[in-house]
């Protein structure tokens, strides 16, 4: 089964008659949301929704990979951003 992706597009055009804004401002607020939960991940905090979840960047090691370079086996850090679902959400969910 194929499930369908909500886009910026979708959300702007659902939000636009609920709130009584234009498309157009819709769309400004919906990019300075994600400016602000972006600006908040990059300068080291988590980004708590409540009813939503929790997004985080966390570091994590790969496997020892073999360098052939200089002939020695190296582990990378590599950040990420992860997002754990609310209590109330995952039950929504599930």
């Given at each position: 089964?194929?499930?369908?992706s909500?886009t910026?597009k979708?959300l702007i055009?659902?939000l636009?008659?609920?709130t009584?804004?234009?498309?157009?401002?819709?769309?400004r607020i919906?990019d300075?949301?994600?400016?602000?939960?972006?600006?908040?991940?990059?300068?080291?905090?988590?980004?708590r929704?409540?009813?939503?979840?929790?997004?985080?960047?966390?570091?994590?090691?790969?496997?020892?990979?073999?360098?052939?370079?200089?002939?020695?086996?190296?582990?990378?850090?590599?950040?990420t951003?992860?997002?754990?679902?609310?209590?109330?959400?995952?039950?929504?969910?599930?």
């Amino acid at each position: 089964m194929i499930k369908k992706s909500a886009t910026k597009k979708d959300l702007i055009r659902q939000l636009a008659p609920k709130t009584g804004l234009e498309k157009e401002k819709v769309r400004r607020i919906i990019d300075l949301y994600f400016e602000e939960i972006k600006s908040a991940l990059l300068s080291g905090k988590q980004v708590r929704l409540v009813g939503f979840g929790v997004f985080d960047i966390t570091n994590w090691r790969t496997p020892e990979i073999y360098d052939i370079n200089t002939k020695k086996k190296v582990a990378m850090q590599v950040k990420t951003v992860k997002f754990k679902p609310s209590k109330i959400f995952k039950k929504k969910i599930l």
